[in-house]
């Protein structure tokens, strides 16, 4: 399984931009996908996920500004993100989530940039 992301740049605060994540198969074969990021000397925290059946999880920092979509036919998942703050500042992680016998299995992808100045 291959996650990659694409979308990432350099924006204005107050800007948007919107990340994809093109899955090597189907996202219908994913129970969970969504959007991590990481600030250099922190942890990776949750930003944006989207469960098969739909349930949505932000974080309270992104909640009305960031949208995340998944789109099986594409095997896509994507994050809208508008209102775009310098605190979003980080490497953005696309993640998928595969049940298995007995478990799961997490996904990554390699991670874009994102950088807001303010």
């Known amino acids: 399984v291959q996650l990659v992301e694409s979308g990432g740049g350099l924006v204005q605060a107050g800007g948007s931009l919107r990340l994809s994540c093109a899955a090597s198969?189907?996202?219908?074969?994913?129970?969970?996908m969504g959007w991590y990021r990481q600030v250099s000397g922190k942890e990776r925290e949750l930003v944006a996920t989207?469960?098969?059946?739909?349930?949505?999880t932000y974080a309270d920092s992104v909640k009305g500004r960031f949208t995340i979509s998944r789109d099986g036919a594409e095997s896509m998942v994507s994050l809208q993100m508008n209102s775009l703050e310098p605190e979003d500042t980080a490497v953005y992680y696309c993640y998928g989530y595969k049940l298995r016998w007995g478990g799961g299995e997490d996904y990554w992808g390699q991670g874009t940039q994102v950088a807001v100045s303010s």
């Open positions: 989207k469960t098969s059946t739909g349930t949505t």
């Open positions: 198969e189907t996202t219908f074969n994913f129970a969970n």
